[in-house]
């Protein structure tokens, strides 16, 4: 019975597709020369290196010259945050996030606040939106960057890039914005999208992990963080990790070519498995936009019943998912994006992420949704708590002061 | 010196028993004996109703926590009234898989058999509890506390129920910090947690970032605190 493996943590990271493994191995072995060497075994590297680069180039509707190959995502947006700071470093000091950013944001601008630097933290609504308005009147003339990420890698909610990179460029602030949740069902097009930085990473799209990219658009001057031998058109100095970034690559194509048929596929099952797991269980909760929302994202939250301990339940039937309970954090802290969205404790602690994949089947969907109530209910039966929703939500104004209280505290 | 080393080992006993499922999706490495307890957890009720009922009956009943701050717990007991011995503890529990566990494991503990008198079990500390599931990660250790706060409430229900009022032992709380209104409860919470040092303790609860007279203190609670759940006696 427990045979079945249902793998829904693809936002936490991807099985890598067969044929980007095959393309990796070629160059462990075959292609394994250093692009930076000046005989015949490097240049087959470097000209690799090069044809990769305009692909993924193409894919951005970029420039080859915009490409910057990095060791994660987390780095790139390091890269594209750390590296502007101290490119206008004592001219400018003002950036503008989000309170639901990932933390790759969150702790590079918390540490830059340590630097001198200032940081406003946009709210999010309770379907994980920023106000427009808010980021207009937010701008100030010291502000250099704009950082705002694409899709929510928790709640799956869906920037309106385009527009806040309209506000952007008219106010002459750069725009970076995190794309890695993106990647796989959205579109890139840089141009389309205004951006001037982006990031992604390979782990997310069936590729290697620890391979990453940042599109940094010509005539955005940043700092290298990284010193050495002038590597990435000295942004980023250290050997080319050529087998990686060659998976990477052909990882974004794939996944790129497909993403509008896959998009569709898994926007059936998401909301399939969304309606059947409301019907079937009480008291459950959607977190995140219910429309503007990644395809293959399902954060749920079911009252009375504490994450983990659904997580431990759903592992043992063979079910891999993720949780934005307090009791899976290394801090004990519950989620900071479902707390952003003003949602109440209470519903973090139960929260679950499933995160279908191109792997994932109406079968698997299926089993979840048939195995799902029982652990819920077995729980359940466990719990001293039976909360009302409604009286939940109402408690929700006080939470939010309570909040906002908190982070005044800090 | 020697203090702390005991602690240190103590505290990499229970890392080592595992880290729980991480946010981000890592694996769980809980021993044999806690996932026993998880998946097949020992004196609960087959359903909520079946609870409420057994509250009409029970001796005592305590509740600690609430799932707005994270945990709750809540614990029944039914008492020989002549020989004061725990015939059943019975539990409900908002919480992680340590937290069932533990608190499965600790209704054995304490009913199993003849069953201990209560104030036997009084002198059952949490970390006897880790210890019977043959360790538990450091950061899980507050959740086998909460299984001990709860039976407490529940002992204490129980006496004032039957009159004996002067047994009634309340932890009040005490202000620490004047100026963020952070309590000894507090403090206890984030040493529970794993804060085993100030800058710990500070990083988690902000005390005596503004408070700063009350800084030693605090230490000297943190150092209780460590030796009370974590120290051999
Ligand atoms: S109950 Fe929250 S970590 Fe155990």
Redesign the pocket.
């Known amino acids: 019975m427990t045979e079945r493996k249902v793998y829904m943590d693809n936002s936490a990271t991807t099985r890598m597709d067969s044929m980007v493994k095959e393309e990796m191995d070629k160059y462990f072995t075959e292609i394994y020369g250093n692009p930076g060497s000046f005989h015949s075994i490097g240049l087959d590297a470097k000209q690799a290196m090069d044809n990769a680069r305009e692909r993924a180039a193409k894919v951005l509707n970029a420039k080859t010259s915009e490409i910057i190959f990095t060791g994660s995502g987390t780095e790139s947006i390091n890269m594209a945050i750390k590296g502007l700071a101290y490119a206008v470093q004592g001219k400018k000091k003002h950036i503008i996030t989000s309170t639901a950013e990932h933390h790759a944001v969150l702790e590079t601008c918390e540490y830059l606040e340590k630097k001198g630097f200032d940081v406003t933290y946009l709210k999010v609504d309770r379907d994980g939106l920023i106000d427009l308005d808010e980021l207009k009147n937010a701008i100030r003339d010291d502000t250099f960057l704009v950082s705002i990420m694409y899709a929510n890698n928790e709640v799956g909610t869906v920037q309106d890039i385009k527009e806040i990179g309209k506000i952007c460029s008219e106010k002459n602030v750069k725009f970076h914005t995190d794309a890695c949740q993106a990647s796989g069902y959205l579109d890139l097009d840089v141009k389309e999208l205004n951006v001037d930085m982006l990031t992604l990473n390979g782990s997310k799209v069936y590729g290697p992990k620890g391979v990453g990219l940042l599109y940094l658009k010509m005539g955005t001057v940043i700092e290298p963080l990284i010193h050495g031998g002038g590597q990435e058109n000295n942004k980023r100095s250290g050997t080319e990790n050529v087998p990686g970034i060659m998976a990477f690559v052909k990882a974004l194509e794939i996944a790129q070519e497909n993403r509008v048929a896959e998009s569709e596929r898994l926007v059936a099952l998401r909301n399939k498995m969304i309606r059947e797991v409301m019907e079937k269980i009480p008291k459950v909760v959607l977190n995140g936009h219910p429309t503007k929302r990644l395809p293959n994202n399902v954060n749920l939250s079911f009252l009375d019943v ?1 994450g ?1 301990a659904i997580l431990l339940y759903l592992d043992s039937k063979g079910i891999y998912a993720s949780s934005g309970s ?2 899976t954090s290394k801090t ?1 802290d519950p989620s900071h994006v479902i707390l952003a969205m003003g949602v109440p404790y209470e519903f973090a602690h139960g929260s679950i992420r499933f995160s279908l994949g191109k792997e994932t089947t109406a079968e698997d969907v299926d089993y979840v949704i048939k195995v799902l109530p029982e652990i819920i209910q077995n729980l359940r039966n466990i719990s001293p708590f039976n909360l009302d929703l409604e009286n939940v939500e109402s408690e929700q104004k006080k939470i939010r002061e309570k909040i906002r209280i908190h982070e005044a505290k800090k | 010196m020697n203090e702390l080393k005991v602690i240190q080992s103590e505290k990499d006993k229970f890392a080592l028993a595992g880290d729980g499922v991480s946010h981000d999706g890592k694996s769980w490495f809980y021993t044999d004996v806690v996932k026993d307890h998880f998946f097949n957890p020992r004196n609960i009720f087959k359903t909520t109703q079946e609870a409420d009922e057994y509250a009409k009956e029970a001796d005592g009943i305590g509740l600690v926590g609430s799932p707005a701050c ?2 709750g717990m809540k614990m029944f007991i039914k008492i020989d009234k002549d020989t004061e011995k725990l015939e059943e503890v019975k539990w409900q529990t908002f ?2 898989g ?2 069932i566990a533990s608190t499965s494991a600790y209704s054995v503990m304490l009913a199993e058999g003849n069953g201990m008198t209560v104030d036997e079990a009084l002198k059952v500390k949490p970390k006897d509890i880790a210890d019977y599931l043959g360790g538990i990660p450091a950061r ?1 250790f ?2 086998s506390v ?1 299984a001990d706060k709860a039976f407490r409430e529940a002992v204490n229900d129980y006496y004032k129920k039957t009159g004996q009022n002067e047994k009634v032992k309340t932890d009040g709380k005490k202000i620490i910090d004047n100026v963020l209104k952070i309590t000894d409860h507090d403090i206890e919470h984030a040493v529970l947690e794993g804060a085993m040092d100030f800058e710990a303790v500070q990083k988690k609860t902000k005390v005596g970032v503004h408070d700063k007279e009350c800084i030693p203190m605090v230490k000297n609670l943190i150092k209780e605190y460590k030796e009370k759940y974590f120290g051999e006696d």
Do not use: R, V
């Open positions: 504490e983990e307090a009791c004990l | 994270g945990d919480g992680c340590t937290a899980k507050h959740c909460l």
